[in-house]
């Protein structure tokens, strides 16, 4: 295990001053004055910085907000939630199903700490458990950094990238199957997705970045604000094991994956699932958000098959006590729709 006192801080922080560059709030915070006033409750947003906001009831009670941490979790589950390698720790202790994997640190971590797993000492785990394995932070969110790296130079450059904005990282082993976003709201499923990694389909006539460039476009026109990195090296890097390169043209009709992780955050597509949830998913979620000491999480699952059968295998990727589900709202009218029926529960919850 390991010490990240005061990461949290300096990362949130970062977010700020992008956010204050972008001169744009958080999706919730639109949401939550949009819906406040059903329940008589009104929504007052610090102007400075518009990220953080205060909820007032008509009960006379006063809720905060911060990104998509809302004043509902407890401050202890929380914090553990944000960090993958306690959360896993826990997880498996109780019995749950998680990825195979270890900590390593920064250089000069490891020289505050008095430690030797180095990025040297995961280059060796990652060997020991076979190429190719999983990469990514161990705080960040939204698919900051995460890489499916196959050999020892994508290894040590995917590392060091990920040390600049984290001093832990996670390597795992790497599971198949479909990826899920599970939302629980104390015992309830409020919403469920699979999440599809970023891919593009060819046409036979434009190169793979005039097609990401399409597909950025949409998001524009849509209203979703994520934007897509053309000179991701992990795109680069994908694109190369299979011999092509962004300009490279794509025969009709041929669909490629072009990162590992499924993030919507990072362009990738979501499909809801909600209503094609066996019970067994709903009961397994609840039981995790409960035992993880939260009321509000996003479950996130690799599944063996699909999600409208019985549990059979599967793994836990991680839990979120912050689920942020702006991309998710802004994919479409009907996600919209969702979210604020999502928040509007939340903000009932946060009353009573």
């Not at 826990?90 to 749950?96: I, N, P, S």
């Not at 008095?114 to 990652?126: F, H, R, T, W």
């Not at 991701?232 to 794509?250: E, G, T, W």
């Not at 998913?281 to 999600?307: H, P, Q, S, Y």
Request: glycine residues 8%.
């Amino acid at each position: 295990m390991h010490p990240t006192i005061g990461f949290e801080r300096d990362f949130f922080l970062l977010q700020e001053i992008r956010v204050k560059k972008k001169a744009k709030g958080p999706i919730m915070a639109h949401i939550l004055r949009k819906i406040a006033p059903r329940i008589g409750a009104k929504v007052v947003m610090e102007p400075k910085w518009g990220i953080v906001g205060q909820i007032n009831f008509a009960s006379g009670r006063r809720r905060y907000f911060r990104f998509s941490s809302i004043d509902l979790n407890s401050l202890g589950a929380t914090e553990i939630a944000k960090d993958k390698d306690y959360a896993s720790f826990f997880l498996k202790r109780m019995g749950y199903p998680t990825i195979q994997g270890k900590t390593f640190y920064a250089k000069t971590f490891c020289e505050q700490i008095g430690s030797d797993q180095d990025i040297d000492a995961a280059y060796l785990y990652a060997r020991k458990i076979g190429f190719p394995v999983i990469v990514k932070p161990n705080s960040a969110s939204q698919g900051k950094g995460v890489a499916l790296v196959h050999t020892r130079r994508e290894f040590y450059r995917r590392m060091r990238a990920i040390f600049r904005i984290d001093r832990v990282a996670l390597v795992q082993r790497p599971v198949a199957g479909n990826d899920y976003r599970i939302v629980v709201l104390d015992t309830k499923v409020i919403s469920a997705y699979e999440r599809i990694p970023l891919n593009v389909t060819g046409d036979g006539v434009s190169t793979i970045r005039q097609l990401l460039e399409k597909k950025q476009d949409a998001f524009i026109r849509s209203g979703r604000d994520t934007k897509l990195k053309f000179d991701d090296p992990r795109i680069s890097a994908k694109l190369s094991r299979v011999k092509l390169r962004v300009d490279s043209v794509l025969e009709k009709g041929r669909k490629i994956y072009l990162l590992d992780n499924a993030n919507l955050s990072a362009g990738g597509d979501s499909v809801d699932v909600t209503s094609q949830m066996h019970p067994e998913f709903k009961e397994l979620a609840i039981r995790i958000t409960k035992d993880m000491g939260l009321r509000l999480c996003g479950v996130d699952l690799m599944v063996v098959g699909d999600i409208s059968h019985p549990v059979k295998k599967y793994w836990i990727l991680e839990i979120n006590a912050a689920p942020g589900l702006d991309h998710y709202a802004a994919s479409g009218k009907q996600q919209e729709k969702i979210v604020e029926d999502l928040y509007l529960e939340v903000l009932k919850s946060m009353d009573a």
